[in-house]
């Protein structure tokens, strides 16, 4: 053997021996442990082919779980794209001036744990909160957010969009700052206005980044399991039951290690439809 | 032109100046104002952290007249947060040390060694990026379990201890460096691992600040698997401990901002110092994600 090569497996055998024991072969292991009744303790797994598949397509909780995190998903998703984009294009309005003070401020949210945010933002929803005290103040009589279950999903999606926000306003940001200034100037003397040429410039031009911000987004959104379960725990009434805490509970609170491993494949199949998704609109876009 | 004209368009421009100067005041006051509303949760936290706690019930004032350090000391001995800080910053140096040298080690070979497979198995790591931890968390405990790492540091550590995204990062960051670089030390005999060590290694301060700040707050901030791997409390890191704290002591939200304000600071702090290498590399983060 070269004695590049001796080295060259030297360096890779850990990262390879890690990733190939705790992410590629515990993907095949998810597809093995679901066809089973495992419940993760006893000495003997029964095969029961694809039972747990029929259970959980007949489950109504399961579909629950789909329908509330795909809520949260797109909620997430197109608030902080949007809010991000038009931050972002505020900041760069400004010509540059304090756009890095911006960015550290819009930014903390998103180095924050989702387990303290939650924590934070329960008591800010709470009937005694701070935001439910600022709606009273303006004559509004507050929901009670986090206990009625039309509110519990909305108020999630807002901590979930005020964590992203600053991550799509700085994508954005420098997404903006690569337009060259010649495009602006031109649309202005074609007569342009402000809102024509944010529709006929920065619109076309950030095309491939909104994209790829709202991908960002649905794909992370998706997994959302902290806030549920430090915000709500899933309540009331499953309203914010997201797909993530169905699997925890049905692994680690009932020890059905076989079904919890089918609903970890579905997750694993729907973020791959998305992932999938995101490909072909890439190559569209590059074309066209 | 005469002086009149001269003065006219001045004015005129002198004009256009301050409304330019006008409008993006009204951009920075929007922009400052939207920063305070998007901090306030922060503000909030604090300032309640630092109210008594009978003053909780009434119509709350955001800045309180008077400042009750004490909660902070009765946050802490409510719950050992000592402890939870504890097991976080082994945990967290550990995945942090791990993913820097495992990762810089990975990426090199990557980057500057011909083996065979080696495009190949690059694609595999990529494509690792994209799969959700949903279908891999099962998995993993039962592994973890089966070595008895349940409840043991490295338990929290090993799975983490590499990155798919640390190793393209340096990958990327190796495959720039002039290719004499390690031509010469090769004709003076030098190994490739010594290579590695002694030319690569000290070069990649950059790089290192990068992945650390990710690695950092990731391990920080985890959440789902350090609840799936404790279940002796002594073990828990200080998000599990503030998640079961607020669980527990639902309202008394004066110690629990308290505890939630020492669970932030570190990771806020290091934010802000390496707040460069981090937002410089978000895109990189972006495309990979």
Redesign the interface.
Known sequence: MKDETKAAIICIAPAIAIIGTFTLFPIFYSFGLSTTDWDGLSPTINFVGLSNYSKLISSGAFWNSIKVTLYYTVGVSIISVIAGLALASLINRTGGRLASFYRVIYFIPVVTSFVAAGVVWKSLFSPAGFLSDTFRSIGLSPPNWLADPIWAMPALIIVGAWMRLGFNTVISLAGLQSIPRGYYEKAKIDGAGALNRFRFVTIPLMKPIILLLLIMSLVDAFLIFDLAFVMTGGGPLGATNVAGLLLYKNAFHYYKMGFASAIGVMIFAIVLIITLVQMRLFKFGRRA | MNERDISQATVRNLIKRIAGIVR?TW??I??LT??FV?????L??IT?SLKPLEL??V??H?IPTHFYWQNYAIALESAPFGRYYLNTIIVTIGIVVGQLF??S??G???AR????G?NI?FL??LS?L??????????????IRGFGLVNTYLGLI??F??S?FG?FLFRQYYIGFPKDLEDKALMDGC???QI?RHIFLPLSKPAFATLGIFAF?FA??S??WP??VTTDPDMWTI?IG??MF?GRYG?Q?TY??AG?TI??IP??AI??IL?KYY?KH??LS??L?
């Open positions: 993006r951009v920075h929007f922009l939207l920063g998007v901090l306030m949760p922060f909030w936290m309640t909780m019930r119509p709350p955001l495992l990762s080690l990975a090199y070979a990557f060694l011909r083996f065979p080696r198995l595999v790591l690792t994209m799969i959700p931890i949903y279908i891999t968390l099962i998995p993993s405990y039962l592994i090993l799975p201890l590499v798919a190793i190994s490739r691992l590695w707050l920080w901030n959440f789902l609840l799936i998000q503030l998640a607020s309202t939200w629990l901002m939630t669970s932030i990771a806020i934010f802000i707040q937002i978000l895109a972006a495309r994600g």
